[in-house]
C-alpha cells in the first residue's frame, strides 16, 4: 500500500510559478515510479510528467515540456514539480501517483497508476 498527500496548490497569475509536492509513504518510495497527472473540469485526467525510481529518467506530457521539472528525493519520500511560466490552460486539479509496475518507459495513461492523491487545484489567472 502507498498513501499519498499532495500540497503546494494555489492561485497564480499567467507567467507565474508554483511547486508541487507529495509526500508518499507505505512501501519503499524508492522501489516505484512516480507521476504527475491533472484534470480540468469536463475534461479526461491527463499526464503532465514522471519519474523513475531513481529519479534519473523522466518523461514530460508536450504541453509542459520546458516549463515544468519533475524531480523526487527519496531520502525524504518526496515528488514535487516545479512549474514555471504557467498558463490558464494550466488550471486543473493536479494529482500525484504511483506506478507499481515496470513497463519501460513508464505508461501514460492514468490507468495504470496504482496510487492516487487527493489532488491540490493550481488556478492561473490571466
Known amino acids: 500500500q502507498v498513501q499519498l498527500v499532495e500540497s503546494g496548490g494555489g492561485l497564480v497569475q499567467a507567467g507565474g510559478s508554483l511547486r508541487l509536492s507529495c509526500a508518499a509513504s507505505?512501501?519503499?518510495?524508492?522501489?516505484?515510479?512516480m507521476g504527475w497527472f491533472r484534470q480540468a473540469p469536463g475534461k479526461e485526467r491527463e499526464f503532465v510528467a514522471s519519474?523513475?525510481?531513481?529519479?534519473?529518467?523522466?518523461y514530460y506530457a508536450d504541453s509542459v515540456k520546458g516549463r515544468f521539472t519533475i524531480s523526487r528525493d527519496n531520502a525524504k519520500n518526496t515528488v514535487s514539480l516545479q512549474m514555471n511560466s504557467l498558463k490558464p490552460e494550466d488550471t486543473a486539479v493536479y494529482y500525484c501517483?504511483?506506478?507499481?509496475?515496470?513497463?519501460?518507459?513508464?505508461?501514460?495513461?492514468?490507468?495504470?497508476?496504482?496510487?492516487w492523491g487527493q489532488g491540490t487545484q493550481v488556478t492561473v489567472s490571466s
Open positions: 501517483a504511483a506506478y507499481i509496475g515496470r513497463q519501460a518507459p513508464l505508461p501514460r495513461h492514468y490507468a495504470a497508476y496504482d496510487y
Open positions: 507505505g512501501r519503499t518510495f524508492s522501489s516505484y515510479a
Open positions: 519519474i523513475i525510481w531513481s529519479g534519473t529518467i523522466r
